[in-house]
């Protein structure tokens, strides 16, 4: 019997290759999600609790949505922690990537309070060369109502390696990690 309603996941090689599959009235997805950089495995260091894995990964498949299907063929950022998360005032984590291709793209994880981001973690791959981030600092310039509209990044590579970047918000959601 076809699935009705619902979500499947399938891991087909471990850590690495994932097919995704989800079904409901107005969409349905079929999609792989192939690792295609090695991934930065944080180990219980803040923000992070019991460990967290970030993964640039290739999706490719298809969906249908309202009867079009849409191919789909972009890379997204596997992004998985585990362990307990404490309650109570947590800083300001700021998650912030780009990937032109496999062999170009980067990761900065800032945390902040009183508005000032430092690089705690992250990384960069440059012509196909993957190096963790080890310093640097995220400015956020906000209107009038706190509400974030463009940001610059700046930060070094273990290889010393130099990363600017700047973007414009152009859509807002606040993920809250934590009930309180």
Same mark, same amino acid.
């Given at each position: ?16 290759? #994932? !097919?995704?599959? /989800?079904?409901?009235?107005?969409? $349905? &997805? ?23 894995? $970030? ?13 079009? %299907?849409?191919?789909? $063929? ?11 998360? !404490? ?6 984590? =700021? /998650?912030?990537?780009? %990937? ?16 000032? /981001?430092?690089?705690?973690?992250? #990384?960069?791959?440059?012509? =196909?060369?993957?190096?963790? &981030? ?22 070094? $590579?273990?290889? =010393?390696?130099?990363?600017?970047? !700047? ?9 809250? =990690? /934590?009930?309180?």
């Amino acid at each position: 019997a076809a699935l009705l309603n619902g979500m499947t996941m399938r891991c087909t090689e471990p850590n690495r290759v #994932f !097919e995704l599959g /989800y079904r409901s009235r107005e969409l $349905d &997805l079929a999609l792989r999600v192939e690792g295609v950089v090695k991934p930065l495995v944080s180990r219980g260091t803040p923000p992070f609790n019991k460990g967290h894995i $970030d993964q640039i990964c290739r999706v490719t498949g298809e969906m249908t949505l309202h009867g079009e %299907t849409i191919p789909v $063929d972009c890379f997204a950022m596997r992004d998985r922690s585990w362990g307990l998360r !404490e309650d109570g005032r947590q800083p300001q984590v =700021g /998650y912030s990537d780009a %990937t032109q291709d496999a062999d170009n793209a980067w990761l900065a994880v800032t945390i902040g309070k009183d508005l000032d /981001y430092r690089v705690s973690t992250g #990384f960069m791959i440059r012509d =196909g060369e993957w190096a963790e &981030l080890v310093e640097g600092h995220r400015d956020v310039r906000r209107d009038e109502q706190g509400r974030p509209l463009s940001f610059t990044i700046e930060a070094t $590579d273990r290889l =010393g390696r130099s990363l600017e970047a !700047e973007g414009k918000v152009h859509r807002r959601h606040v993920f809250s =990690g /934590y009930p309180s």
